[in-house]
């Protein structure tokens, strides 16, 4: 079974599915197409990953066997705590069980070259792994979600750091989107977009993302 795990009572909670959003700041936007002006997306650009992609504090995050650069992705996470379908803006935080800190990991040279023949991404943001998830705090817990800073450090140098005020889509708008085309069902885990700052690891490399100081999720890089 693939889960979430809650922060004080270490309550798991089956995943289902692991809805993500691409391109929800405007400066990861810009790194990406250098030289170029930032286009905003005019809606979620929206993919998924398998619940087996889930990776917790103290796993290791497996390079897969493949000729590929692995970059990092740091991002806040959403959880969903009970069922909800077209989803109202002012009812969508009654639909949020908790936040937490994670890394959507990718393979950007393949995401490139799917992206370039117009091929879905699933690859390389799907495969095990791919999706390192902290233990979720309580909503209630959290103040201040719409500003929150997020920060990736790798071996103690930090190479990410961003706030989610500066986010295209929040939170709410997230859930009312998503809620048109899926079901969200209660464990659902949302990624909401990265900041600026994404690179390569390597294998050997210790990763440590922060959410403020509601939640923190360690893991290491590996090659088999």
């Known amino acids: 079974m693939s889960y979430i795990c809650i922060k004080k009572s270490g309550e798991k909670i089956a995943v289902s599915k692991i ?14 197409n250098p030289g170029k002006p930032a286009e905003l997306p005019k809606e979620p650009v929206i993919f998924m990953k398998p619940p087996s992609a889930i990776v917790h504090d103290g796993e290791n995050i497996i390079f897969p066997d493949v000729q590929s650069e692995l970059h990092h992705e740091v991002e806040l996470i959403v959880v969903i705590g009970k069922d909800g379908k077209n989803i109202k803006a002012g009812d969508a935080d009654s639909h949020i069980l908790g936040y937490g800190i994670g890394l959507d990991m990718t393979l950007r040279d393949l995401q490139a070259e799917a992206k370039k023949k117009g091929r879905p991404w699933t690859i ?19 103040n201040q979600v719409k500003d929150l800073p997020l920060k990736l450090f790798i071996n103690e140098t930090m190479r990410q750091e961003g706030r989610t005020s500066k986010m295209i889509f929040t939170v709410s708008d997230i859930i009312v989107y998503l809620s048109k085309f899926f079901t969200l069902c209660r464990g659902d885990v949302i990624f909401t977009g990265t900041p600026k700052g994404v690179g390569p690891v390597q294998p050997g490399d210790h990763l440590r993302a922060v959410l403020g100081e509601y939640a923190e999720v360690s893991v290491s890089v590996k090659k088999i």
Do not use: P, Q, R
């Open 19 to 32: 809805l993500c959003v691409g391109a929800n700041y405007s400066d990861h936007i810009a790194e990406m």
């Open 124 to 142: 390389a943001k799907g495969f095990d792994t791919s999706a390192v998830i902290s233990e979720i705090a309580g909503k209630n817990e959290v």
